[in-house]
Nanobody, 123 residues
């Protein structure tokens, strides 16, 4: 079982990045998925999550209207499109999959994690 995240990098404020996460070793279409981020010295926080059971999505207040989570079950992939990026979005971003249909923004709900990809927003 593996999650492989990609797409991080450096961008100027106002720019966009798209993070992708490919799952292998299992089929995640029945499970909740999530994107999290961790700022230096702080705890990991939920950015966006998608619960399969409720077919609902969660966005942290700080990213609403700017980030969009999506999934492609046929390709076993999930994506986080990030627009209008701000310096405070700078962090290491992680993808995660819960072994159940429901997942909140609490990292403890999630069983499998990608390796993390750095996003840096600065001028």
């Amino acid at each position: 079982v593996q999650l492989q995240a990609s797409g991080g990098g450096s961008v100027q404020p106002g720019g966009s990045l798209s993070l992708s996460c490919a799952a292998s070793g299992f089929t995640f279409d029945d499970y909740a998925i999530g994107w999290f981020r961790q700022h230096p010295g702080k705890e990991r926080e939920g950015v966006s999550c998608w619960s399969k059971s409720a077919d609902s999505t969660y966005y942290a207040d700080s990213v609403k209207g700017r980030f969009t989570i999506s999934r492609d079950n046929a390709k076993n992939m999930m994506t986080l499109q990030m627009n209008s990026l701000k310096p405070e979005d700078t962090a290491v971003y992680y993808c995660a999959v819960a072994l159940r249909a429901y997942g909140s923004s609490d990292p403890s709900d999630y069983r499998y994690w990608g390796q993390g990809t750095q996003v840096t927003v600065s001028s």
